[in-house]
């Protein structure tokens, strides 16, 4: 992964990275969030019923269970980023995918640049694209950096200003984004960005559209961005 933060006039594609990359169906995110409830409870020392309630109140509210308990708590956040994401046995779930690798391979680099967005911290980040097998394929990586205070990570406004110094992107109108996520996606959408929501098959789509493009594989991009890709059809 080649970082580049020099300013450029091309757009850049902003990709999130887990539920996004990746499928649901691997459980990462239920393996994630039992590693989360477990450091609730024992470092808060809370009955595990009040640890899984205070870990989603966090989440809902701070967009990031951590920002929650930095904010509260003083937790450390490498301490953390040690007893959750990179506990996580991701080399026995997260394979290389070749589909994966060959949409954004036909992605033409000389027109947008390929842009990691993650609220994950940064070992995490590159762990999991690696074990996919695209970790050649992205110019940079834009994530929470759990070694500052404040904590800055989506959907704040300050996390998306934050990718676009770090990719080089000055104009609003050149930032694309793609996430699973429907609340980054309508702050992202709120903050001026061109933005396609991943809603999975099998799962429940937001009441309201979260974002002007709603896709349910990231093989659909070459359709709501069409103009990035060397074909438009896999």
Same mark, same amino acid.
């Given at each position: 992964?080649?970082?580049?933060?020099?300013?450029?006039?091309?757009?850049v594609?902003?990709?999130?990275?887990?539920?996004c %990359?990746?499928?649901?169906s691997? #459980?990462?995110?239920?393996?994630?969030?039992?590693?989360?409830?477990?450091? @609730?409870?024992?470092?808060?020392?809370?009955?595990? $019923?009040?640890?899984?309630?205070?870990?989603?109140?966090?989440?809902?509210?701070?967009?990031?269970?951590?920002e929650?308990?930095?904010?509260?708590?003083?937790?450390?956040?490498?301490?953390?980023?040690?007893?959750?994401?990179?506990? %996580?046995?991701?080399?026995?779930? *997260?394979?290389?995918?070749? $589909?994966?690798?060959?949409?954004?391979?036909? *992605?033409?680099?000389?027109?947008?640049?390929?842009?990691?967005?993650?609220?994950?911290?940064?070992?995490?980040?590159?762990?999991?694209? !690696? %074990?996919?097998?695209?970790?050649?394929? @992205?110019?940079?990586?834009?994530?929470?950096?759990?070694?500052?205070?404040?904590?800055?990570?989506?959907?704040?406004?300050?996390?998306?200003? #934050?990718?676009?110094?770090?990719?080089?992107?000055? !104009?609003?109108?050149?930032?694309?984004?793609?996430?699973?996520?429907?609340?980054?996606?309508?702050?992202?959408? $709120? @903050?001026?960005?061109?933005?396609?929501?991943?809603?999975?098959?099998?799962?429940?789509?937001?009441?309201?559209?979260?974002?002007?493009?709603? *896709?349910?594989?990231?093989?659909?991009?070459?359709?709501?961005?069409?103009?990035? @890709?060397?074909?438009?059809?896999?």
């Open positions: 992964m080649a970082e580049t933060n020099g300013t450029t006039a091309k757009p594609l902003f990709v999130d990275i887990d539920n %990359l990746y499928s649901r691997t #459980k990462v995110q239920d393996l994630m969030a039992k590693l989360i409830d477990e450091y @609730f409870a024992k470092h808060l020392d809370l009955p595990w $019923e009040d640890a899984t309630r205070l870990h989603k109140d966090y989440y809902t509210n701070y967009g990031l269970a951590l929650g308990l930095v904010r509260h708590h003083q937790i450390d956040p490498l301490d953390y980023n040690t007893k959750v994401d990179d506990a %996580l046995p991701l080399e026995g779930i *997260i394979k290389p995918n070749p $589909e994966l690798r060959a949409l954004f391979q036909d *992605i033409d680099k000389s027109k947008v640049k390929l842009w990691l967005f993650t609220n994950a911290y940064v070992t995490h980040a590159k762990r999991v694209v !690696k %074990l996919l097998g695209i970790d050649d394929l @992205f110019d940079g990586l834009t994530y929470c950096d759990y070694s500052k205070q404040p904590l800055i990570c989506k959907p704040h406004f300050d996390m998306f200003r #934050k990718g676009m110094k770090e990719a080089g992107v000055e !104009k609003i109108e050149d930032c694309y984004f793609v996430d699973d996520s429907g609340l980054n996606c309508r702050k992202a959408t $709120e @903050f001026g960005w061109s933005v396609a929501h991943l809603v999975e098959e099998g799962l429940t789509p937001p009441p309201t559209q979260a974002a002007k493009f709603q *896709i349910s594989h990231l093989e659909e991009l070459r359709t709501v961005f069409p103009q990035f @890709f060397k074909s438009t059809s896999s």
